[in-house]
């Protein structure tokens, strides 16, 4: 069972930044990749970025790269994503969730594995 628990959203202008945390089970962070995922106001839910529990690796969605980092802190069991240099598009409710790659028709995506919780709201303005 995954258990995870999402905090740090606001609002911030843009160019700001934030730091979200993605609190989870010993088990799940000790076993699990972990990923953030975001959905938008009337568009569907998108990966954003995933590191692995075993080498601590990590995977971007093109449009965050070089502007967000994912992390996780071993003695917290905590997973972070420091988001920087922020845009309105960045704008969603962003949530954590265990998540594994799944082929797809253009190679391959990311999944959730978990059941969804609440997110975290991050809101951008000009």
């Known amino acids: 069972q995954v258990q995870v628990a999402e905090s740090g959203g606001g609002s911030v202008r843009a160019g700001g930044s934030l730091r979200l945390s993605c609190a989870a089970s010993e088990h799940t962070f000790s076993t699990k990749t972990l990923a953030w995922f975001r959905q938008a106001p009337g568009k569907e839910r998108e990966f954003v970025a995933a590191?692995?529990?075993?080498?601590?690796?990590?995977w971007y969605t093109d449009s965050v790269q070089d502007r967000f980092t994912i992390s996780r802190d071993n003695a917290k069991n905590t997973v972070y994503l420091e988001m920087n240099n922020l845009s309105l598009e960045d704008s969603a409710v962003y949530y954590c969730n265990a998540a594994q790659t799944v082929a797809t028709a253009e190679g391959y995506g990311w999944s959730g594995l978990g059941a969804w919780g609440q997110g975290t709201l991050v809101t951008v303005s000009s």
């Open positions: 590191i692995s529990w075993r080498d601590g690796r990590t």
